[in-house]
């Protein structure tokens, strides 16, 4: 038996090591309080209920800079349950935060969870939002801006001033009567309208918007240069994004600094997010229109009215009237791809590291593994409606993959995902991708559809090394950009086109690809990549202390109201790692200097 002494020596140094994991080295902690509620909200002049975060539609922006930590203590006061992910943050070796159904236990109704993660390595700008049940339609979002520490310079000059834009589409009808109608098989329709940050448009044509309608308005100063972060919070419709008069300088897509171009517009898909920067320099005769005008919308189902907000110059010398600037063609295909191909990654700068963007050279790493995966739109199968990737319709477990992989439950899932579409019927499984840890992948997404879809994975930045209409062939690969693709967690891919992207692998985890378009990921399109790494899942971040149980492990739950209160650990002060170190090597070495530690 090993003496007490020494017990507690190995208790302590373990402990020490714990507290230093804990607090991540010296990046600071931010906590925060949200409560996750129904609202009343006429955003299109009529009442409907709309999902807050306290009490605000949107939700606050979670602004942080890099290498934070963040802990959020989400209640859940909706009526069904509920799960936050943050889409863009990469959760290194730490998908247990993702929040989505794969990974976590859904939050009871009544409950709440407290999210812990770090935002390892990154800046950019990205959003959250709730990821069940279709609830991303009645709001629940808001957006995350990651900025980059004081250390290294931002690529353009300091901006007078940073604003968030959410865009989407919106329908008067809630998001469980929008549910249900997929379920059966109908259309969404055309949206009833196109809402800035949960404001409906400005009043710029009397015939199309309502009387009681607010709109947003955005004030700045003449003469400064604002950074203006768009991102589409949206279900299904593409937006394009246009300030009358005003030059779009692109700056950054989803974590990446982009070489700095200027747009009159640009088209933003559902779940990605844009940097522009803006500067001031008109008359200000008149206030200046912000629009968001839906693209490619199935005209014979009757087009729907554009987002207006209004940018107000303080200077301003009256309310704007007149057409809002003109849209792109629809009718032109090749308009919206060619602006997609013509963003670059800015290889000189530095985003969240002092090394430049262009140092990891993605063009020269050798492919392991080819995956091509087409997607449909929704079908029958075995009598209901689902939306498939190759001929796979996602079923999600009751029990997350994470949790049974964990358990080794049996029968949870099958790693046996097909890498090409099947010549075999559409069905319903659990199916995921056997993905290889350090492995570098090409992904080739199909679109054999007739609608925009944008595909979104968790845990990766991947490069958009090309896309283009007709179906992908090898001989694609002759087109791709192997230097300066920008590398981003959300793509778009045309209908009746391909889109193809590279990653590399290298966050252990189970992580999430789907349909970002809300309508496809409803009906099951999306799958899981098992990126696990074969040193026994060493390198991931243990099973948090508050793990939600459910499923066939829901034994496991205690009741809420008895659980252990963890959330005093993370108040401890954050002594400097170099002394907890020094102070665990000196335990482990009194320890290792007597006699046998085996036992
Ligand atoms: C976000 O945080 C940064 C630094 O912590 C601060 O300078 C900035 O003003 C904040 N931005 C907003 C919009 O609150
Ligand atoms: C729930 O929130 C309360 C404070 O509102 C907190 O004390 C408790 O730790 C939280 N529970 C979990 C499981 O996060
Ligand atoms: C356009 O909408 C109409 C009516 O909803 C539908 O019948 C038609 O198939 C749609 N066309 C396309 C190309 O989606
Ligand atoms: C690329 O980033 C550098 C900073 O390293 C910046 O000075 C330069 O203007 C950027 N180039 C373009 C074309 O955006
Ligand atoms: C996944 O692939 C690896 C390497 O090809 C293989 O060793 C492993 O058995 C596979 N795992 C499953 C669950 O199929």
Known sequence: MPSCAKLWGINLAIQLIWLLRSC?????????????????????????????VNGQFPGPVLNVTTNWNVVINVRNDLDEPLLLTWAGVQQRKNSWQDGVSGTNCAIPAGWNWTYD?????????????????????????????????????????????????????????????????????????????????????????????????????VNVEPGKT?????????????????????????????GSYTVQQKYTDLDIHVGQSYSFLVTMDQDASTDYYIVASPRFLNSSSGGSAAGVAVLHYSNSQGPVSGPLPVPPNDLDPSYSMNQAKSIRWNLTASAARPNPQGSFRYGQIAVTDVYVLVSRPAELIDGKWHATLNGLSY??????????????VPGVYKVD??????????????????????????IILQNVGTTVQTYHLDGYAFFVVGMDYGMWTENSRSTYNKDDAVARCTTQVYPGAWTAIMVSLDNSGIWNLRAENLNSWYLGQEVYLSVLNSEKDSSEVRLPDNTIYCGLLASLQRDQSQRIDFSGMQQLPCISS??????????????????????
């Open 417 to 442: 995902f097909p890498s090409r579409p099947m010549n075999r019927p559409s069905r319903v499984d659990t199916s995921i991708i056997n993905a290889t840890y350090r492995g570098f992948v090409e």
């Open 24 to 52: 991540h080295g010296e990046d600071p902690y931010v906590f925060y309080d949200w409560r996750v509620s129904y609202a009343t909200a006429s955003p299109l002049g009529t009442k409907q209920q709309v999902i807050a």
């Open 578 to 599: 170099k002394t907890l170190v020094a102070l665990a090597v000196t335990f482990l070495s009194l320890i290792l200097n007597s006699d046998s530690i085996f036992f």
């Open 395 to 408: 079923f999600t477990p009751s029990t997350p993959l994470k949790l049974a992989h964990l358990y080794s």
């Open 117 to 217: 993660f770090q935002v390892k390595d990154q800046i950019g700008s990205f959003y959250y939002f709730p990821s069940l049940n279709f609830q991303r339609a009645a709001g629940g979002y808001g957006g995350i801006t990651i900025n980059n520490r004081k250390i290294i310079p931002i690529p353009f000059g300091n901006p007078d001033g940073d604003i968030t834009l959410l865009i989407s589409d919106w329908y008067i009808k809630s998001h469980k009567e929008l549910r249900k109608k997929l379920e059966e098989g109908h259309d969404l329709g055309a949206p009833d309208g196109v809402l800035f940050n949960g404001l409906g448009p400005y009043r710029y044509d009397a015939n199309v918007v309502p009387e009681n309608v607010n709109c947003l308005l």
């Open 226 to 254: 604002y950074r203006v972060r768009v991102s589409n919070v949206g279900i299904s419709t593409s937006l394009n994004f246009r300030i009358q008069n005003h030059n779009l300088i692109l700056v950054e897509t989803e």
